[in-house]
């Protein structure tokens, strides 16, 4: 398994579509790439995951849903819309995800949303976009790890992400 991690402050804030536009763009067009370029890698979605923590989980779910054709696999660790300050970005991906939820639900093996517990900062806004993803009937599997916004969470998250990756 190959690990890449992007740095996800690309000139612009996850907190406003330019920002998440221009991540988007940067991983399609200049990290998958390189990585084709410089590493064995398979080159197919099924062999490939797209992960990301607070902020990196909300680039997660912008770039990811959009893209289920290049990756079969998303993580989003203590992360989820901001509401109300995201709801016109939130409504065009549930718009997005409601027009054609089966090829949503059949592209991605695994749809992992893990958080904090109650005590993490993104709950609330975790919580609620789970409703619009059952309301969608978006498939994912949910994880609380107790800890809050913090690094001991999101590694309990990779360790229990990862090894989903090699599961069919």
């Keep these: 398994m190959l690990i890449v991690m992007a740095d996800g402050n690309v000139g612009g804030s996850a907190?406003?579509?330019?920002?998440?536009?221009?991540?988007?763009?940067?991983?399609?067009?200049?990290?998958?790439?390189?990585?084709?370029?410089?590493?064995?890698?398979?080159?197919?979605?099924?062999?490939r995951a797209l992960a990301g923590l607070s902020m990196g989980g909300i680039n997660t779910l912008y770039t990811g849903i959009k893209n289920t054709d290049l990756f079969s696999a998303l993580g989003v660790f203590?992360?989820?819309?901001?509401?109300?300050?995201?709801?016109?970005?939130?409504?065009?991906?549930?718009?997005?995800?409601?027009?054609?939820?089966?090829?949503?639900?059949?592209?991605?093996?695994?749809?992992?949303?893990?958080?904090?517990?109650?005590?993490?900062?993104?709950?609330?806004?975790?919580?609620?976009?789970?409703?619009?993803?059952?309301e969608l009937k978006i498939k994912y599997t949910y994880s609380q790890y107790p800890g809050g916004h913090t690094w001991p969470v999101w590694r309990n998250n990779l360790y229990n992400f990862a090894p989903l990756l090699f599961k069919d």
């Design 15 to 47: 907190f406003e579509e330019s920002g998440l536009k221009i991540f988007e763009s940067e991983l399609k067009t200049v990290i998958i790439p390189l990585v084709e370029k410089d590493f064995r890698v398979k080159t197919d979605a099924a062999n």
């Design 78 to 134: 203590s992360s989820g819309w901001i509401m109300p300050m995201q709801s016109a970005i939130a409504n065009a991906q549930y718009d997005l995800m409601k027009s054609d939820p089966a090829v949503i639900n059949k592209n991605l093996k695994h749809f992992w949303i893990a958080m904090g517990g109650k005590e993490d900062i993104a709950y609330k806004n975790c919580q609620i976009m789970l409703a619009k993803l059952d």
